[in-house]
């Protein structure tokens, strides 16, 4: 991943609404979400979640795919791991520096 793609997809998810419908596609899987679903699930006006929607997709972050009548929105895993990639890549040195999850998670 390049250093503006990089740029433009940290700018896309550094606005709350963004941030929100990103992660709720991320935590629905590979099934998606129409935009009636998500407007409805996180209370944003569908012209609001639009315009976010589109902002997600210029970033390469979301996909976009229609189903019969319906538009189906995806997160970008394959964007998202690459962007997660990019921001570790030479963290602590190489060292393993992250921390460990506690047992219960």
């Known amino acids: 991943m390049d250093e ?5 997809a940290l700018a896309a998810l550094a606005q709350p609404v963004r941030l ?10 590979q099934a ?5 679903t998500m407007a409805e699930g996180l209370d944003i006006p569908a012209n609001t979640l639009s315009f976010h929607l589109k902002e997600l997709v210029n970033a390469g972050l979301v996909t976009q795919e229609r189903a019969s ?14 962007l997660l990639g990019y921001l570790t ?4 040195q190489g060292a393993g520096c ?7 998670c």
């Open 69 to 82: 009548r319906n538009l189906v929105y995806r997160a970008a895993y394959e964007r998202m791991n690459a």
């Open 4 to 8: 503006q793609a990089v740029v433009k």
């Open 89 to 92: 890549e030479n963290c602590c």
């Open 98 to 104: 992250a921390v460990p999850r506690p047992s219960c």
């Open 32 to 36: 998606g979400l129409t935009p009636g």
């Open 20 to 29: 929100k419908v990103f992660r709720a596609l991320v935590v629905t899987g």
